[in-house]
């Protein structure tokens, strides 16, 4: 038996995926994730589907789970309005945990996934850098809830919590609605494929803002850290790749990767404008040899839209995890670099 087992909650998506790889890389860790897809079982590893929007089945589901001893928690209902995201995404959380609880009489940590929405990053500029203990802004706002109904329900318990805010998460993963790195590959590589330069899609302002991304393997490392170090308990971090950038700087970077030209500016809508290019994707696949992959699982324009249109610095002090022990970073232009090899090698975008 080993002597953590790991009840990775989301583990199909690019946070809790690279979690569960990164796990298994390391010793005396066994894995259980939970998805609506479940996946397959392999070593170490053991995936269970799930609809943690149902309390009985959550109940049903996690009942036999009693050698469970951290929770990573990275689930995520979208909805169309922020404050539609409250409900369910509370409901998941609560599930979990009032299911694990009775069942896990070894539980020693929960751990919640959150991000710069705690300090009104999606709602239009904040004060940055944005620090763990800045005052929160007007509810609704799920993440903040979230972390509410931990901290009560750790009252008088035995196991810690921690959360973890990254700002935008960049790694591999199919059919996620928030991949950034995704989005730029397919609309570079679809660029190329027509014959056009690699124009910046967003607005103008967020062409010249600082920005910042996570990388999900330095993210899945922090995440055992949180979730181990006793000097983490009971604490939320900022946990970034330690650089700052900005799209007018590292666009010309990325146009280079895919071999093509920059041309200005040119602000869209990629969830318009890319909308009908599954044609040319199936084109694109046939063409290259690539691996069958379908439009709609490597097609994330609505997220891209969002991030692309941040015209304000989106920027928090990650200062505090260093403070507490955790010392890793990661320059960003490799992190897209080492992304889109990645991709490269599973055959998902076309070799160089």
């Known amino acids: 038996m080993s002597d953590n ?5 989301g583990a199909r998506g690019v946070i809790g995926g690279n979690l569960v790889r990164h796990l298994q890389e390391l010793n005396g ?9 479940g996946g397959e079982s392999a070593g170490t590893v053991r995936h269970l589907p799930v609809d943690l929007l149902d309390a009985a089945d959550a109940r049903r589901t996690l009942a036999g789970l009693k050698d469970v001893t951290h929770v990573f928690y990275a689930a995520y209902q979208d909805r169309p309005s922020f404050a539609e995201l409250v409900e369910p995404n509370q409901r998941m959380l609560v599930n979990v945990l009032r299911a694990i609880e009775p069942a896990a009489q070894g539980l020693r940590h929960v751990q919640l996934m959150q991000g710069y929405k705690v300090y009104g990053a999606h709602l239009g500029p904040f004060k940055t850098p944005a620090r763990e203990d800045d005052p929160p802004h007007m509810p609704p706002e799920f993440n903040v809830e979230q972390q509410a109904f931990l901290e009560a329900a750790q009252q008088g318990k035995a196991w810690t919590w921690s959360a973890l805010r990254p700002s935008v998460v960049c790694g591999f993963a199919l059919g996620i609605p928030m991949n950034l790195a995704m989005v730029i590959a397919v609309y570079a590589t679809i660029s190329k494929h027509l014959g056009v330069p690699l124009r910046f899609p967003g607005k103008p302002g967020a062409y010249r803002s600082l920005i910042e991304m996570t990388d999900a393997g330095l993210l899945a490392r922090a995440m055992v850290w949180a979730a181990t170090d006793p000097r983490a308990a009971n604490q939320a971090y900022n946990i970034n790749n330690g650089d700052m950038f900005r799209w007018e700087e590292m666009w010309p970077t990325l146009a280079d990767y895919f071999g093509l030209p920059v041309a200005p500016g040119l602000p869209m809508s990629l969830a318009t404008v890319m909308g009908d290019k599954q044609p040319v994707w199936d084109e694109i696949v046939a063409r290259h040899g690539l691996a069958p992959t379908a439009y709609r699982d490597v ?5 891209g839209d969002g991030v692309f249109s941040w015209d304000y610095d989106l920027i928090a002090d990650g200062s505090k995890a260093r403070r507490h022990g955790f010392h890793e ?7 897209f670099t080492r992304v889109f090899d990645d991709m490269r090698s599973r055959k998902i975008i076309p070799p160089r």
Do not use: E
Not at 5 to 9: D, F, H
Not at 29 to 37: E, K, M
């Open 5 to 9: 087992v790991a009840l990775v909650v």
């Open 299 to 303: 097609s994330s324009w609505a997220f």
């Open 329 to 335: 970073y990661v320059d960003t232009a490799k992190m």
């Open 29 to 37: 860790w066994q894995v259980i994730g939970l998805s609506r897809r």
